[in-house]
């Protein structure tokens, strides 16, 4: 069975300053893998997707993630936080083992980032 | 994002209650999903439908059930509200896409179980 673990529940950055959200994987297939951002009191937004074609994936408002196949790994990035990306960041891996087609979405528990002045 | 949307936004109900979430979408999908999300545990499915004529349960089904009027509308019912329900509800959709689809939210329904 699949899953995804985000190893940290929270993350606190200063304005200006790198961002990194770690998540970890686990695959018995090669996997889909998303990146979503909630905001408070919206609905999640696609930040990044990576379906086997670069490793390095870019996505909106500067964010990207690198797929490691070795370390399991599909760790968030961004060079300098922005106060407006104070939000909730979910890891999403998708399970391609069920029949008809369908991709079912497994969601890690979330990562809140705090961007502090 | 404003192509799916959820009605009521926010809803208090009472235990026993019968309560009836509904989304709609104006992005063309087949696809559509019902999830909740509670603080801690990510987003878990529900129910899913592939088109009108398709309905499949989800990892935690119990306690509702789903209708699809339309290919646009996909409704999630709480026959008897209990409070553990009490969550905030996700409609989704997507639409049959290469080797996986990508999923678009709703802006969520905050339900509250008294």
């Known amino acids: 069975a699949q899953s995804v673990t985000q190893l940290d529940s929270h993350v606190s950055v200063s304005e200006g300053t790198p961002v990194l959200l770690r998540c970890n994987y686990s695959s018995s297939y090669s996997p889909s893998l998303f990146w979503y951002v909630q905001h408070p009191n919206k609905g999640l937004q696609l930040l990044l997707k990576?379906?086997?074609?670069?490793?390095l994936v870019k996505g909106i408002n500067g964010f990207e993630a690198e797929f490691k196949k070795s370390e399991t790994s599909f760790h968030l990035t961004k060079p300098s936080a922005h106060m407006s990306d104070a939000a909730e960041y979910f890891c999403v891996v998708s399970d391609q083992t069920l029949s008809g087609g369908y991709n079912k979405l497994i969601f890690g528990a979330g990562t809140r980032l705090a961007v502090h002045p | 994002d404003a192509d799916v949307t959820q009605t009521p936004r926010n809803r208090i109900t009472k235990t026993g209650k019968r309560i009836m979430l509904e989304c709609s979408q104006t992005k063309g999908h087949d696809r559509m999903y019902w999830y909740r999300q509670d603080p801690g545990l990510g987003l878990r499915l529900i129910y899913y439908s592939f088109d009108v004529k398709d309905i499949n349960k989800g990892e935690i089904s119990d306690g509702y059930s789903v209708s699809r009027q339309a290919q646009a509308k996909f409704s999630l019912s709480l026959e008897s509200a209990i409070p553990n329900q009490t969550a905030l509800y996700f409609c989704?959709?997507?639409?049959?896409?290469?080797?996986?689809?990508?999923?678009?939210f709703g802006p969520g329904t905050r339900l509250t179980v008294l």
């Open positions: 989704a959709t997507s639409a049959q896409s290469g080797r996986t689809d990508t999923q678009y």
């Open positions: 990576y379906t086997s074609a670069a490793t």
